[in-house]
């Protein structure tokens, strides 16, 4: 395995290929505009100024946030349309209130207790979105619950700051699915859940009523965005082992990898230990189709980055500072003490927000808004 | 459950009791100052500048941490005797030497080439010690492997850097034991083992060698550290929900709770949504005695801080934002959107890995070093 790399790793360094960046982005942004939908893009996933400009060159205006802090960050780059796709945590009705006096602000409501509340808080207007629930379970208004949806319309339509733009959902349990197929399926329920909901608000006399979705892998899937208004994927700007294993993208689209220093190899184990652990990468794991545990895929290194993925190697446990590398006679045999290998994540937001800069392929340093 | 504290959390945070910190700092210290052993305590689990002070008035001056830049960030508040409980990392070098210049360095080998590259690049004398794998199976060489450990002791030795100290173990598999009485067998083993290489050595010319273990389930544990010289335990400066589990600590040892805002309530599966996700907490869990995958358990908000931990409440699942508590019927009801929960962590070293600040439970800000 080569060192010979000229980007000068020393320590766990997250490294981006920006040409696979924008064609990632170029991709979902034709999409949306072929479909007439709102592409609103989730920057969780990079949280960066810089890469946000990236998307900000194919025109993109309007993007999605998880936090209060990340629409601040963002608001500070010139972003004036920014939802945050979070239950709003009243809490921080301060900067909530900062950020609706600069920006054109978008929240999510899920109970009509929180909206009532809300209004009183809000000084400046807001925009609003009921979240729904299309069966991922974590939170919103289960889809068939009309009357909660109704009662959380009419509060928002009561209110002096409050305006009620749609409906929006986030279908996560599409990470759980492992082929293209059942991914478009996911994709043609959620849009008909999420319609049957938008029929009864207009029945019930609220309109127009937008629909937002989110999830990376039916946006990655689908050909077309039929049947709804906008879309917010996050993750696909990057990729990950897990959008891979989901069939969502292929290796070539894969735009993030950590390259760790080698630092320990234990024959007898054909295990490579590496610089480069739970701190590093998230615990987050992927269980692969024979039920292997695996924290990473591992990708050898080329000139400026990394090549193909091996198939038979993988990450397999982590502690705070070190990953545990399985591997094959073949490899191991050919792997040194000090040498690079590249980790493709399981789950690259996480990973990302574990680090506060990038390095691109080509050598240049990207910082990241975390904090 | 109460909003009443006077601490004004607005987003996920991470809350220290003084006192229960000082009260594990001193029981250690005590303990090993009775035994006549070192203690150089794990640094990488607070990684803060103002925490390592309170260690510092117990008289301490010796210290372990994970990585280059945590040796830096530690050098630069006057610690000068720090051990890196890690594989060598060729790749940092010129910090090495940089530490090496200015402090006394104490470093890990494991394998005699890795030691001969060392030698080579060393500008500066460190102290070595040699890893021994006492059945972690992660790093070290086996402790049945006499000829690897003389092997590395020898390039040591014939080094005009190096010096030799002793060998150092990390028995990470007290981390999967649930009782005290396996955890003591533990110690012994691991002890006897040592012991075993230590003879080893000293037969064949190597003397004085030191001995150096470092999991804080043992050293939490025994009532002695009979048979060693040095500990070198980080987690006990909080504990958590598993140290709790092996029986490290009691629930009035834990001095680290994440205080978490309610965002929503799903009554259907008494469910709560907390602000307070992977990116709050890591996602390391716990597996308890039933069977179930437990990512924080919760504690009630007291004044400046939590109380009791609830036995029937616990964090199901984590996304990068959110957490979903499972309830019952009874705390549902007395839980409102705008409450704070406090989660104990599963790994407190991960979790405050994730922050860049503290929050004592009288109200003072604690920086961490993290970058």
Redesign the interface.
């Known amino acids: 395995m080569s060192t010979s790399s000229s980007l000068n ?3 766990p360094t997250l490294v981006i290929n920006k040409k696979r960046i924008i064609a990632n982005i170029s991709r979902m942004e034709e999409k949306s505009w072929k479909s007439d939908v709102r592409f609103r893009p989730h920057f ?1 996933t990079h949280q960066s100024a810089t890469i946000g400009e990236w998307f900000r060159d194919f025109g993109i205006r309007t993007i999605t946030v ?4 990340m629409a601040k960050y963002f608001a500070g780059y010139r972003w004036n349309d920014i939802m945050i796709a ?7 009705i301060d ?1 909530i209130n900062e950020l609706a006096k600069a920006i054109s602000l978008h929240l999510l409501v ?2 009509f ?2 909206a009532k ?1 809300l209004d009183k808080l809000l000084y400046y207007p807001v925009q609003i979105w009921i979240k729904i629930d299309v069966g991922y ?3 919103g208004i ?1 889809y068939t619950d009309t009357e909660a949806v109704i009662r959380a319309a009419e509060t928002i339509k009561g209110s002096k700051r409050m305006t009620l733009n749609g409906i929006l959902t986030h279908a ?1 349990h599409s990470y759980n699915l492992r082929s293209r197929d059942s991914v478009t399926q996911l994709y043609a329920e959620q849009v008909n859940r999420m319609n049957f909901v938008k029929s009864r608000l207009v029945n019930a006399g609220f309109s127009p009523i937008e629909i937002s979705i989110g999830d990376t892998p039916c946006c990655s899937v689908v050909e077309r965005f039929d049947g709804i208004d906008e879309v917010r994927p996050g993750n696909f700007v990057f990729y990950d082992a897990t959008q891979l294993a989901i069939g969502s993208c292929t290796e070539d689209d894969i735009a993030l990898a950590c390259a760790c ?1 080698v ?4 024959k ?2 054909l295990e490579i ?1 590496l ?1 480069g652990g ?2 590093h990468l ?4 992927l269980i692969d189709s024979n039920g292997t545990k695996v924290y990473g895929r591992i990708a050898v290194p080329v000139d400026n980055g990394w090549g193909k993925i091996l198939q038979d190697l993988y990450v397999s ?1 982590l ?4 990953g ?1 590398v399985k591997t094959d006679a073949e490899t191991f045999g050919r792997i040194s ?2 040498d690079i290998m590249y980790v493709i994540p399981v789950h690259s ?2 990973t990302a ?2 680090h ?1 800069r990038y390095i691109t392929t080509e050598g240049d340093i990207v910082e990241s808004g975390k ?1």
């Open positions: 790793i020393e320590k969780k998880s936090s209060v802090d979070f239950p709003i945590n009243v809490r921080q900067g899920e109970e207790e929180v509340n379970n974590r939170t289960d996560g220093p630092v320990a190899k234990h007898s184990r230990i610089y739970a701190v998230s615990k987050d794991v446990a502690s705070q500072e070190h545990i003490v000090g937001c996480l927000d574990l506060r904090y």
